[in-house]
């Protein structure tokens, strides 16, 4: 039988759960369980005083590992003040949203600080394969694996887990001075989208554009935009026959009222991908189509790709409901086989109940 009494004791500002008189029980431990594997640069508060019941279940759990609780649940007993503070975040990361700590962090001791299980970007790329890039020029707190410089490990209020969602990201590194201003048109930097030109990571000049450049931009030719033609004018004095491509029933034209609808969803300047889009295609959309991203994101099953909206909607207009390209036969894309034998759909199957193309 064991008794357990519980106090709580302070303990370098946090609150400490311990069981019982366990000083010795570490000693314990040992003797089958090799202490080396308990040290490092780094020892675990509980460790170092050779607490392993404020963890552990000695004999029984109905946890993983013997632990006392679920992991996360456990971590969060002491780190009270995390807990508070990633409690009203919009977006978890998701290993931590799935209560994995120790994804990246060691619970007993470790080489890196923050008894991190892996030094720097290495920690990040284990998940991130595709994000591992060389590029011809790195910037450099990506190059060094500074990744928590922009991106808030736990969560944030942002889906790309960045700190700041505006220039004050990189701001706090670059000074707005009357040099960088020179470099943009002389603007005041703290209200200028740095990430509508510039790729965080890395790029293939020094100055980190994005790689697709829009041809007025990389001729230099600024003015041609920024003195006098306004809102949609400003593309259609090279861009004129783009509208015939929004004459359909359904159609992102009327969507910026008097602003530049154009420029919602392309960059005039710069782009990851062709069509002067990010990476993403999904970020362009994000904004307006709030409730759309709102129901993936509590989904449990979602399309593959599905970010890439391109494949199946067609953007400035189209006359298929939801702006499909060609209706319900998009799928028939990528998905041949299934229109084999499939319930029948399409023109030639009316839905009884309001006479539409099945879909
Ligand atoms: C008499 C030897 C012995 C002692 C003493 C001992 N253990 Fe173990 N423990 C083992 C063996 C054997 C295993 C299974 C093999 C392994 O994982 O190393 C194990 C496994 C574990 C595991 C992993 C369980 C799992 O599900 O994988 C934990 C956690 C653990 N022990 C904690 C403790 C703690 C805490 C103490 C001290 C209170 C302790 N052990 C004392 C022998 C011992
Ligand atoms: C702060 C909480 C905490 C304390 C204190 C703690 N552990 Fe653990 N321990 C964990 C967690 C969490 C895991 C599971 C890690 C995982 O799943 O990768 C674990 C896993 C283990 C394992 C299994 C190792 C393995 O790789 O499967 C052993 C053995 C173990 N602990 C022994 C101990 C001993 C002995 C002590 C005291 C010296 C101790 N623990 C103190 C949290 C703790
Ligand atoms: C995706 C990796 C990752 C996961 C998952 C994760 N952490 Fe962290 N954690 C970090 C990094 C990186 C730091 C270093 C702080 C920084 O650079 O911002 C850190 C720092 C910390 C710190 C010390 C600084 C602080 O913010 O208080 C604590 C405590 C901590 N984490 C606890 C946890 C707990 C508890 C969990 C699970 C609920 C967890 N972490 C899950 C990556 C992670
Ligand atoms: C029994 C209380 C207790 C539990 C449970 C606990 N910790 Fe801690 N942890 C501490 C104390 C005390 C410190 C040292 C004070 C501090 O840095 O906040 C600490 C420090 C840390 C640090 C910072 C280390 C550094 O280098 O600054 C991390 C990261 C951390 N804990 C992660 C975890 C994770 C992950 C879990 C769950 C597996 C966990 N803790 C469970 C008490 C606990
Ligand atoms: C244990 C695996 C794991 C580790 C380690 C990890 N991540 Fe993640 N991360 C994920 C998963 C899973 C997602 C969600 C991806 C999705 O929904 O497509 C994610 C999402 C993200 C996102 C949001 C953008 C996106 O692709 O959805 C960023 C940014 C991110 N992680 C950065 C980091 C950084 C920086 C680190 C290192 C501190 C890190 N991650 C470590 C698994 C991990
Ligand atoms: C200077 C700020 C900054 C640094 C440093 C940084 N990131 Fe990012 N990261 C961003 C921004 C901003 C995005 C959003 C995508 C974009 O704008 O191209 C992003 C996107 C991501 C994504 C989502 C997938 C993608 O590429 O869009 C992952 C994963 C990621 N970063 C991981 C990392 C890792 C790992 C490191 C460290 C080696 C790191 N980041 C360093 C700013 C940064
Ligand atoms: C953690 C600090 C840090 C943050 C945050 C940061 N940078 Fe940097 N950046 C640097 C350092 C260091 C260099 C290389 C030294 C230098 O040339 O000034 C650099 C270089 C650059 C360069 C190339 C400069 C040149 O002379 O070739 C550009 C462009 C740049 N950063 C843009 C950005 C943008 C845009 C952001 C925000 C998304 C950002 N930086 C955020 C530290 C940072
Ligand atoms: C309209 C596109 C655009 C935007 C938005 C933008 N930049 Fe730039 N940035 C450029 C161009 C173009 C250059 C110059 C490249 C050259 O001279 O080779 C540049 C150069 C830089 C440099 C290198 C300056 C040097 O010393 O050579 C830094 C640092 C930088 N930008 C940071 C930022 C920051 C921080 C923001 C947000 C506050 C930002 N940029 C917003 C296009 C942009
Ligand atoms: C194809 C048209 C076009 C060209 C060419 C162009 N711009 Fe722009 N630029 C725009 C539009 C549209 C905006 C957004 C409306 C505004 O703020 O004026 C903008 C905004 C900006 C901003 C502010 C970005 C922000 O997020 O607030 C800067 C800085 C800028 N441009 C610099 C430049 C520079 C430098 C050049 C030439 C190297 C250039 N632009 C060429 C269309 C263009
Ligand atoms: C001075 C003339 C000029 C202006 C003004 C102009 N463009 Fe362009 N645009 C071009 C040229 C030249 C190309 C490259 C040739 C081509 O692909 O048609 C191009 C290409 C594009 C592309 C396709 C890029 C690709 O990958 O195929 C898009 C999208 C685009 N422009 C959007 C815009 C938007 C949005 C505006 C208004 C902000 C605008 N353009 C204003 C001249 C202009
Ligand atoms: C709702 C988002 C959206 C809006 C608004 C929008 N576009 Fe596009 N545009 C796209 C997409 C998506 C593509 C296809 C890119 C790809 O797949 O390469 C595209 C392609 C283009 C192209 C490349 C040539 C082509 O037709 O394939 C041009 C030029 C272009 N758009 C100009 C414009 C102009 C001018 C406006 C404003 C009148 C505008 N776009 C408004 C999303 C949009
Ligand atoms: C500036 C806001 C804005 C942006 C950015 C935007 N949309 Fe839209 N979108 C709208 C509005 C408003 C409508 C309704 C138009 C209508 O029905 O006339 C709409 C309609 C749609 C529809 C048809 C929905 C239906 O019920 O018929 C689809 C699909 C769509 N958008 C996808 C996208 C995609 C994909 C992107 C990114 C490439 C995007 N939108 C970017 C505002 C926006
Ligand atoms: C695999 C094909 C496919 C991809 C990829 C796709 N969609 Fe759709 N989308 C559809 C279909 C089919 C519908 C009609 C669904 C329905 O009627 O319930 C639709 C409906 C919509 C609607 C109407 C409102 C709603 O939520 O049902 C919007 C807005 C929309 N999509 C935006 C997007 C955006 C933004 C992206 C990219 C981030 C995207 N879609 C990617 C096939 C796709
Ligand atoms: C650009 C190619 C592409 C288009 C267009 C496309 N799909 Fe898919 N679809 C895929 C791929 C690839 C997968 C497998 C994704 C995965 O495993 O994550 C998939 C998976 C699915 C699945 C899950 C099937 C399974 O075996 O798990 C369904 C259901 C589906 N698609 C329906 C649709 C419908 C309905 C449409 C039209 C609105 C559509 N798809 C359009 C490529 C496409």
Redesign the pocket.
């Known amino acids: 039988m064991m008794f357990f009494s519980r106090l709580k004791i302070p303990l370098f500002g946090l609150v400490i759960i311990l069981f019982g008189a366990t000083a010795g029980l570490a000693a314990d431990c040992y003797t089958c369980h090799d202490p080396a594997a308990f040290q490092g640069q780094v020892v675990h508060e509980p460790i170092a005083v050779k607490n392993c019941l404020a963890c552990h279940a000695p004999h029984v759990s109905r946890h993983e590992k013997l632990l006392l609780q679920r992991e996360q649940e456990l971590c969060f007993t002491c780190h009270e003040k995390l807990a508070a503070a990633i409690a009203g975040k919009k977006v978890l990361h998701a290993p931590l949203r799935d209560g994995r700590c120790s994804s990246c962090h060691k619970p007993h001791a470790a080489e890196q600080k923050y008894l991190l299980q892996r030094v720097g970007g290495e920690l990040c790329f284990e998940c991130h394969q595709e994000s591992r890039k060389e590029y011809p ?1 790195s ?3 990506f190059a060094e694996g ?1 990744c928590s ?2 991106h808030a490990a736990h969560g944030g209020d942002d889906h790309r887990l960045l700190k700041d969602a505006g ?1 004050g ?2 701001l ?3 000074e707005d001075n009357s040099r960088l201003r020179g470099k943009h048109l002389d603007r005041e930097l703290t209200t200028v989208d ?2 509508s030109c ?1 790729n ?1 990571h890395g790029g293939e000049k ?3 554009l994005r790689v697709v450049s829009h041809a007025p931009f990389s001729e230099q030719n600024c003015q041609v935009c920024h003195a006098e033609a306004q809102g949609i004018d400003t593309c259609l004095q090279c861009h004129a026959s783009a509208l015939a491509s929004f004459n359909y029933a359904h159609n992102h034209l009327g969507i910026q009222g008097e602003g530049n609808p154009c420029v919602s969803c392309h960059d005039p300047h710069v782009g990851d991908r062709s069509g002067l889009l990010p990476n993403n295609v999904g970020t362009a959309c994000r904004d307006c189509h709030a409730d759309t991203f709102a129901r993936q994101e509590k989904s449990l099953h979602k399309h593959g790709n599905w970010e890439t909206c391109t494949d199946c909607h067609q953007l400035h207009g189209s006359n298929d409901v939801v702006m499909l390209k060609q209706g319900h036969q998009v799928c028939n894309v990528c998905h041949d086989q299934h229109k084999a034998f499939i319930h029948p759909i399409g023109e030639d199957a009316r839905d009884p109940r309001n006479q539409q193309p099945m879909d």
């Open positions: 020029a910037h450099a707190p500074q410089s922009c220039s990201l990189c706090d590194c670059h740095c990430l510039h965080p020094p100055s980190l």
